[in-house]
């Protein structure tokens, strides 16, 4: 135990703190940490160092150089900085390196060295130039704090969804402010800054003067500020060499302390754990490190060479050329849990296998997950993988952005290993990693795009939740466009095929495409797309080769483009359907009687090349009966187009005009039969029973006298029925005496024909009380048909 707690150092009576090493870096650096733009990522994140910057005392024609490396110091990327002079580095929330230049412009670089985007931060910041920057970290994301040559500051809270803030000017503000910060209160960034012994604090409208409760006397300037990793509280160092601890919101002081040093620090972050009541700063000098809290002692480490601190959730990280270390405060559970090292946590957790054997009802679930989780924290913080994370990190963290920066430095396998050994869904583990590998894959230029679908293909196969069409546009982003046409084939669902097709001016291949999965939408899609995208000729041809498009386009143009309708028969030679066409535009197009009849005159010349003699023939009798209907309106008045020819004989009878009707039969060859039961109609309705007796005489009736019977006793007229029914020819006899109600009669003439079937017709018309008589008089007539 004495060698375990050997390096743990006291803070007070109830705290200490330990000192660590996490790696021995290896990464030959060629000048001090001085010398260098630094950022260093938290969570056990990256280094970036941006060497040679623009100084005065370096020569001009020397180009910097922008490196990145592990928390390991394994080299990730390096490049020639080629932009603009460089104020300061910082990392976001995702791991992209975040270069605010001297203009205001931000570059943003992968973890790799790749150039993502970039952005300015206005104008104003333009003109003026950066002073100073700060990259900073919210609830919102990641932001960018700016403090130009004209003493302003600009700020956005997220950098993914850039808004600028200029916030409001500080009153007598004429040079730098000797130290400033953001501050996040109530998800809003603000910035605190100092000028002499006066602190400000600027929201989005307002400059407010911040005093701080419990500072001691005599301080003329700030030095140094820094906000803890929650922003929850805030420490100033004074010129006087005080530190002055309390909450972020001003309103309380937690502790002050005097460490007899004036100097300016190098730097100066919090150093505190979740959960625990210690609070304290670590503030390093040159070759000075000190850690002060609560109590009237410090920690003191000497530093061999130029250290840099990074300020973590649970502690702080400090590295060197020749090492990187974890400064913490030790924990009351360390010896069981050992969050801070996962290596002793391992050992405590042997410990507890051993000891819960002697437990009764001892829950396995709790130990087991810990012993994940530690084989996890181990792996990860090996040399080659470089991500020191302690266990309270990992926990904030959460596994799936673990996998997801494992996955940032392409260490594919170990994320694959991690997800079937925690058991993780596919679609939220393996999968994701496999889309993220194959993504990667296609960057791989060097690689032919046959081997590289197919590489792709047998690693992924039909892996749930890997969507072929999505590495394909990553491939097609790449600029390489046939490598993305080979992944789609694998692609099962042509929903996302398609837009990516269209996307990629494939537009033949999307309709295809479109066209075997049946989905009529899409092919719609496709074709809309075509339509824009091609002139009418090729858009028709192409049209021509794809029977089932064509005949779509023609159901959409029928009720969206008619004259587009037009050209695709008129280019198909279709001339049926082309008559067809001109018949309906005749109808709903044309207003005028001109139109209309010009339209049909089309229609007939197109049924004529089609040689439908029927169709040919029945449009121009329907152009001769327009132009009638013409005539009658203007001699007779009343309403006669859009009629057909029965109906336009019908309406001269019902006006009166039968010789114009006969004309017009004899003219469209309508027969007697149907033109007898016209005229027979119409003069029933207009009860003109006169001149439907005079009709009837004229000549003998072709459609016999029975329909006259019906008419008449539909109109309820029994006395003019009566009148045809002695005019009934034999067969039809019966039936028209019982229609006029002379049952008797129609008895008689049933047994004079000695007909089976209109004596029981007659019956059928008999009742009990009135035709008893009749009903005899059948029956006996049946029974000597009988005997004979």
């Not at 001009?60 to 390096?78: C, D």
């Not at 800054?193 to 005093?211: E, I, K, M, Q, R």
């Not at 590489?455 to 546009?473: C, E, F, H, R, W």
């Amino acid at each position: 135990m004495d060698c375990y707690t050997a390096n743990w150092n006291p803070l007070g009576d109830s705290a200490f703190y330990r000192k660590y090493e996490l790696y021995s870096m290896d990464w030959d650096l060629k000048e001090e940490l001085r010398d260098c733009l630094v950022a260093a990522a938290p969570y056990g994140g990256p280094i970036a160092l941006l060497r040679n910057p623009w100084r005065k005392e370096k020569a001009a024609s020397v180009r910097p150089v922008l490196e990145i490396y592990s928390a390991s110091g394994m080299p990730l990327a390096s490049l020639m900085w080629k932009s603009g002079p460089v104020v300061s580095l910082g990392w976001s929330a995702e791991e992209e390196l975040l270069c605010v230049q001297e203009d205001g412009v931000v570059l943003v670089y992968g973890l790799h060295g790749d150039f993502r985007r970039h952005f300015s931060m206005g104008n104003e910041v333009l003109q003026n130039r950066v002073l100073d920057a700060r990259i900073f970290h919210t609830e919102l994301g990641s932001g960018v704090a700016i403090l130009t040559g004209a003493h302003r500051f600009t700020l956005s809270a997220n950098v993914s969804d850039l808004k600028l803030r200029r916030m409001p000017e500080v009153p007598g503000l004429q040079s730098a402010p000797s130290c400033w910060t953001t501050l996040c209160r109530d998800r809003v960034a603000h910035i605190l800054l100092a000028v002499g012994p006066d602190l400000y604090l600027l929201d989005h409208a307002t400059c407010s003067p911040v005093t701080l409760p419990g500072l001691a006397p005599g301080v003329s300037s700030f030095l140094q500020m820094a906000v803890s990793f929650t922003s929850r509280h805030l420490a100033l160092f004074t010129d006087t060499g005080y530190i002055w601890m309390g909450t972020a919101s001003f309103k309380e002081k937690l502790c002050e302390f005097n460490c007899n040093i004036r100097a300016p620090p190098k730097q100066m972050v919090w150093c505190s754990r979740p959960r625990s009541k210690e609070r304290a700063v670590v503030v390093a000098w040159e070759r000075r490190l000190m850690v002060v809290g609560d109590t009237p002692e410090s920690i003191q480490f000497v530093l061999d060479e130029d250290s840099y601190l990074v300020p973590e959730l649970d502690g702080v990280r400090i590295f060197s050329r020749t090492t990187h270390e974890f400064l913490h405060e030790v924990p009351g559970e360390a010896l069981t849990r050992a969050p801070g090292d996962p290596g002793q946590g391992l050992l405590g957790t042997t410990a507890a296998s051993f000891g819960k054997c002697f437990l009764d009802r001892f829950p396995p679930d709790s130990f087991v997950r810990m012993c994940q989780d530690l084989r996890i924290l181990n792996a990860i913080r090996d040399y080659h993988i470089g991500i020191p994370l302690t266990y309270s990190q990992y926990k904030q963290l959460t596994i799936q952005v673990l996998l997801d920066r494992l996955v940032l430095r392409r260490l594919y396998p170990l994320a694959i290993q991690i997800c079937e050994y925690l058991r993780l869904p596919e679609v939220q583990g393996v999968s994701r990693i496999l889309a993220h590998w194959a993504c990667y894959k296609v960057q791989q230029k060097d690689v032919s795009d046959e081997d590289v679908a197919r590489a792709i293909n047998q690693k992924l196969g039909d892996t749930p939740g890997v969507s072929y069409s999505d590495i394909a546009a990553r491939a097609y982003g790449c600029g390489r466009t046939e490598l993305a046409i080979k992944l789609l084939e694998y692609e099962p669902r042509s929903g996302e095929q398609v837009p990516l097709l269209l996307k990629m001016k494939r537009s033949k291949l999307a309709l295809s495409k479109a066209i075997e999965s049946g989905d009529t939408d899409l092919v719609f899609t496709v074709l809309l797309h075509l339509k824009n995208e091609l002139n009418r000729g090729d858009f028709f041809m192409t049209l021509r080769n794809q029977p089932m498009a064509l005949s779509l386009y023609r159901q959409f143009c029928k009720h969206q483009e008619l004259e587009t309708l037009k050209d695709l028969y008129n280019q198909d030679d279709n001339h049926q359907e082309l008559g067809s066409f001109h018949i309906r535009a005749s109808y709903t197009a044309e207003e005028h009687i001109e139109g209309r009849v010009a339209a049909l005159q089309k229609a007939a010349e197109a049924f004529n090349k089609a040689k439908n003699d029927f169709a040919a023939k029945a449009t121009e009798d329907q152009m001769r009966l327009l132009r009638l209907q013409r005539c009658l309106e203007d001699e007779l008045g009343g309403r006669f187009l859009d009629l057909s020819v029965h109906d336009t004989v019908t309406t001269l009878i019902l006006g009166g005009h039968n010789k114009r009707a006969e004309q017009v039969a004899r003219d469209f060859r309508i027969p007697d039969k149907r033109l007898w039961w016209l005229k027979l109609t119409a003069l029933a309705d207009l009860e003109d029973w006169e001149e439907l007796e005079k009709f009837s005489k004229s000549k003998k009736s072709p459609i016999g006298y029975l329909p006259f019977v019906e008419i008449c006793m539909k109109q309820h007229n029994k006395y003019e029925a009566k009148k045809y029914a002695s005019r009934v020819g034999p067969e039809q006899k019966v039936k028209a005496l019982l229609l006029v109600g002379d049952v008797a009669q129609a008895a008689d003439v049933a047994i004079e024909h000695r007909n089976e079937a209109e004596m029981s017709l007659v019956l059928s018309h008999c009742t009990g009380a009135t035709d008893g008589a009749t009903v005899d008089k059948i029956q006996r007539a049946r029974a000597q048909a009988q005997k004979k």
